[in-house]
């Protein structure tokens, strides 16, 4: 385990930073490309261990996939891998990858790291049965493995979730194109929907009432994903131009999917100044600019309908907290519990081991901001996104920050720690 020690000047910075390819995406472009038969192509992929977690899992399925070309005989053309496919610490692969084997004539079993083997498979059971799919999970824990059987044939159906997850509703969608007759996915909005976008720009579905989605089953063409920055990483960045006045930091080419960008509507609430501007979009997924200007950190209390589109950002939320000016409330975010880590318990602890003030509530936290936060030793418990809101107080900090176990940023950033350096030269 690797502990860093970082800190920073005590000044503004300003700076222009291209942030790593979208992970969300990344994982939707290879597997997307490998249902397809023939070559596709995807440009700027994440470059972190989740990502690389997906690749060896399509290469152990028969899927060439070779600096973003991804060659394959369709998805009816996988093979058998043979042993279980390791997803690593990478809970979208696995939620993916098990709607996108349901339809497959061999049995697959999809396992992971430590981190992954405690996390909920149980909400993959039901909606996928309903199209006809056979998926196991440890029992009674409702945990990984997670085994995907052969089953004749799935068929459409109406299928209702009831978490707003993106994950699950993909997973989903990717079972339904390898089925016979349509499927309506209906569930709570704020989600992620890049796959719907992605889907429909494709041919293979529509948009159907107020929540839902109708899959239309078939083969997928071949196509060219080009991967946006991913606005989760820009948003440590966003972040840390938010808690000094003076600071100002600009990152082109995000993903401004509307499910992504909760976090840029809090910033603004805390006092920040932001503009985000849509510049373009891929397969009619919107990217654009956004440049966040420091300006004063005022406390708030985060609306639940932001949860969703917050989600992972949300401990980013709770550090700003701490640096603000009156109390930060989180509520409504009872998932942050089952992420990379107990993000709700992981928080708290953070801020109160740098001497700020929270609790842990059932679904989210409480923060007393006070301004600033103390130099200390903090624990990422081998979570990415807790090991960079790490980094974000350390920028608020006179003195060091130490992190534990800091190499975890490598999931979906490597090199993180040297891109913050270079933000004050
Ligand atoms: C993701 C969806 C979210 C998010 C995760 C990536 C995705 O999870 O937290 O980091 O790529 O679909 P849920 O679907 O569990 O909400």
Known sequence: ?????????????????????????????????????????????????????????????????????????????????????????????????????????????????????????????????????????????????????????????????????????????????????????????????HTERWLEALGRGAPHGADGFRIDPGPLPIAEYRIPGDPSSAAVLWAMAALRRGSAVTTPGVSLNPGRIGFLQILERFGAVISAEVTGSVLGDPVGTVTVTGGGLFGLEVPESLAAATLDELILVGVLGALAEGMTVVRGAAELRTKESDRIAGTVDLIRRLGGGAEATEDGFAVVGMGELDPGAVRSRGDHRLAMAAAVAAVAVDGAVVIEDADAVSVSWPGFYEVMERLWS
Not at 61 to 85: Q, R, T, Y
Not at 142 to 160: E, F, N
Not at 165 to 187: D, H, K, P, Y
């Open 1 to 193: 385990m690797t502990h860093r020690t970082v800190s920073y000047p005590q000044e503004p910075f300003q700076a222009t930073v291209a942030v790593p390819g979208d992970k969300s995406l990344s994982h939707r472009a290879l597997i997307l490309g490998a249902m397809a038969a023939g070559r596709s192509r995807a440009i700027g992929l994440a470059p972190g261990a989740d990502v690389a977690a997906t690749v060896a899992a399509l290469r152990a399925l028969g899927v060439g996939v070779d600096a973003g070309w991804i060659d394959s005989p369709g998805v009816e053309g996988w093979s058998d891998p043979g042993a279980p496919l390791d997803c690593g610490n990478s809970g979208t692969t696995m939620r993916l990858l098990a709607g996108a084997l349901a339809g497959r004539s061999f049995a697959s079993t999809l396992t992971g790291d430590a981190s992954l083997l405690a996390r909920p498979m149980r909400r993959l059971v039901g909606p996928l049965g309903a199209l006809g799919a056979m998926v196991t999970v440890a029992e009674p824990a409702g945990t990984p493995p997670v085994t995907v059987y052969p089953v004749p044939r799935l068929h459409g159906a109406t299928v209702a979730i009831d978490l707003a997850s993106a994950q699950l509703r993909t997973a989903v969608a990717l079972a339904a194109m390898q089925a016979e007759g349509a499927t309506v996915i209906a569930g709570p909005v704020g989600y992620r929907d």
